[in-house]
């Protein structure tokens, strides 16, 4: 299957720092991309959908301006997480689905730990 | 609104059984099904991907069926190994290209 590509697997950050998540798609190009959250426990919880070269849409009760996507190439979509807070400390997962190909390839996620 | 069950939550076996997990869901117009792995702290790993005019798909070990009627995914895991320990998600998509909506997976344990 096609290859997802997620960066950094874990990061720590201090309180009120931004972070950033990069998802890449390495062998195909990915109009849409997903960004999820997961729980410990629990199952995933769609955050966004990222369409490239256009403005990201939110699920309901997710804050845009907290957690920023931008999809600027059809390999690349980026999450920042602006002035983290612990409560924001969760496992990011990206998915990305190539035009046509409806299977979705899941990054390996990323763990942020705000202290 | 779509919603996906899976039960049970969490599933123990002694290796070499075969088990059946399951999935359900609520609007029966999807577009297709996708079971995924997710090992402890990792991503996902796409096991089996059934399209909505498809009744069922299999791949080594693993059969899993879609009845789009009832609402109703099954996953088939024969001679399970102790190494099939995982969390197992089941995920709907509405539409090609849409979002996919997740059960709360089935945590399972195979004892050596």
């Known amino acids: 299957g096609a290859v997802v590509s997620q960066h950094p697997s874990r990061v720590i950050c201090k309180s009120g720092t931004s972070v950033k998540i990069e998802c890449r798609s390495l062998?195909?190009?990915?109009?849409?991309m997903f960004w999820y959250r997961q729980f410990p426990k629990q199952s995933l919880m769609l955050m966004a959908t990222?369409?490239?070269?256009?403005?990201?849409?939110?699920e309901q009760g997710v804050e845009k301006d907290k957690f920023l996507i931008n999809h600027a190439s059809l390999t690349l979509s980026t999450l920042t997480v602006t002035s983290a807070h612990p409560e924001d400390s969760s496992f990011y997962i990206c998915?990305?689905?190539?035009?046509?190909?409806?299977?979705?390839?899941f990054g390996q996620g990323t763990r942020l730990t705000v202290v | 609104k779509q919603e996906v069950t899976q039960i049970p939550a969490a599933l123990s076996v002694p290796e070499g059984e075969n088990l059946v997990l399951n999935c359900s869901f609520t609007?029966?117009?999807?577009?297709?099904l996708q079971w995924f792995r997710q090992d402890p702290g990792k991503g996902l790993t796409s096991l089996l991907l059934?399209?909505?005019?498809?009744r069922e798909q299999t791949s080594g070990r693993l059969n899993a069926s879609l009845d789009k009627s009832s609402g109703r995914s099954t996953l088939y895991i024969a001679a399970s190994q102790p190494g099939d320990s995982a969390t197992y998600l089941c995920?709907?998509?509405?539409?090609?290209?849409?979002?996919?909506?997740f059960g709360q997976g089935t945590e399972l344990s195979v004892k050596p």
């Open positions: 062998d195909f190009q990915a109009t849409t």
């Open positions: 609007d029966s117009a999807i577009y297709n």
């Open positions: 995920a709907v998509r509405g539409t090609q290209g849409g979002k996919l909506i």
């Open positions: 998915s990305a689905s190539s035009p046509g190909n409806t299977e979705a390839f």
């Open positions: 990222s369409n490239e070269g256009s403005k990201a849409t939110y």
């Open positions: 059934i399209q909505s005019s498809q």
